[in-house]
């Protein structure tokens, strides 16, 4: 079972035998499906027809999906900074304490809680320490860093995990402008989140990839040169400053995957362990891909966990604002100083 179907059938015993705690923490990677797992759990508490998922819905159920329920409370950052502010939690408290409107629960879903301000999370505290009866918050985050330590302390953490690169897929369903193959490429590569899935997706992440390892296994005497362009124009790709970086994150990330595979091939780690893969639709047979292969014969172990930490630091100055090409340049040399040169 998946950690999310292992989640629903807590959720569904502690609804059944009535031990329903007052808040949990839904952990989780980015967008993969906590906004939705926690809708889910709303219908759960608050319907009376015994909706089952992927049945039709009730009235009740209609108006959560749609969010017009007055029992069911999403919020979510509003700021331009994307936080959630104290305006928005502190209508959450002065309604957490009035009549419901069903009678039964109500639900606080807040999400990106992590992104709350110190005095966002201060306001949802003084619920968290006075709880109003058959009242559940959820506070969803991909991380525990930016929570108060007095706002961990009172919820319950339930890690629900990302989403299956099979689930990805299907709720991708057929989309024109892009291969089944890509699309399965973006789900294997999004460590389980849909919204990372799609990024990678439309930015040609696949593509990219491929040609990461096209220029380190060249020979050309410019192949450098080469990679640090390749590197540059995946996060060129942003409308702004904040997605520029997104996506050269999202690069370092592929790229490190890339060395990843290449090491594990090193190492003789099992093929079903790794992102680059040659797959037999007859036999189900699974191998790597020949450039991880190819790659795995121009670095030592040592030099391709030296780049991975290298890679790993860059991801990190990323966000700190550091100049993008000055991080791509110098990654491509790093790279190509650690290169043998024998014929891959």
């Known amino acids: ?14 609804i059944r035998h009535g031990r329903l705690l007052h808040a949990y923490i839904l952990l989780g990677p980015e967008g993969s499906g906590k906004v939705a797992f926690s809708l889910e759990l709303a219908k759960m508490l608050l319907c009376e027809s015994g909706c089952k998922p992927g049945a039709a819905a009730c009235a009740v159920c209609k108006r959560i999906e749609s969010g017009n329920h007055p029992d069911v409370w999403l919020i979510t950052p509003t700021s331009a900074s994307g936080r959630v502010l104290i305006s928005d939690t502190r209508e959450m408290r002065r309604q ?26 201060n306001q ?7 709880p109003p009866p058959n009242t559940i918050i959820l506070l969803l985050t991909a991380g525990l860093a930016g929570l108060l330590e007095t706002v961990l302390s009172r919820c319950a953490v339930i890690r629900l995990g990302g989403m299956s690169p099979e689930a990805i ?40 990839n491929d040609l990461v390892a096209g220029a ?17 124009g995946f996060s060129a790709s ?29 190492l003789d780690i099992n093929a079903s362990n790794l992102y680059n893969v040659n797959a037999s639709g007859d036999t189900g047979t699974v191998t790597p891909a020949g450039s991880v292969c190819r790659l795995s014969r121009l670095f030592t172990a040592e ?13 990190r100055r990323v ?4 100049n993008i090409d000055l991080l791509c340049d110098c990654l491509a040399q790093e790279v190509f100083s650690r290169r043998m040169n024998v014929m891959p």
């Not at 193959?181 to 989140?193: K, L, M, V």
């Not at 966000?319 to 550091?322: F, P, R």
Request: hydrophobic share 45%.
């Open 1 to 14: 079972k998946t950690r999310r179907e292992v989640a629903r059938e807590f959720f569904e015993n502690s």
């Open 96 to 121: 957490a304490y009035m009549a419901r409107f069903s009678g039964r629960y109500r639900v606080f879903i807040v999400d990106r809680a992590d992104r709350m301000s110190e005095a966002a999370q």
């Open 124 to 130: 949802v505290l003084k619920v968290l320490e006075e």
């Open 169 to 208: 897929r299907s709720e991708m369903g057929s989309r024109g402008d892009y291969t089944a193959g890509d699309i399965a490429w973006a789900a294997r590569f999004s460590r389980g989140s849909y919204s990372r899935a799609d990024r990678l997706l439309r930015a040609g992440a696949g593509e990219f």
């Open 216 to 232: 380190v296994l060249s020979d050309a005497a410019d192949a450098d040169m080469a990679l640090a362009d390749i590197l540059r």
């Open 238 to 266: 942003g409308e702004n400053t904040q997605e520029r970086r997104v996506l050269a994150a999202e690069g370092f990330g592929v790229t490190a995957i890339l060395f990843r595979d290449a090491l594990a091939v090193k």
């Open 303 to 315: 030099d391709i966990l030296d780049l991975l930490l290298i890679i790993a630091d860059m991801q």
């Open 319 to 322: 966000s700190q604002n550091l």
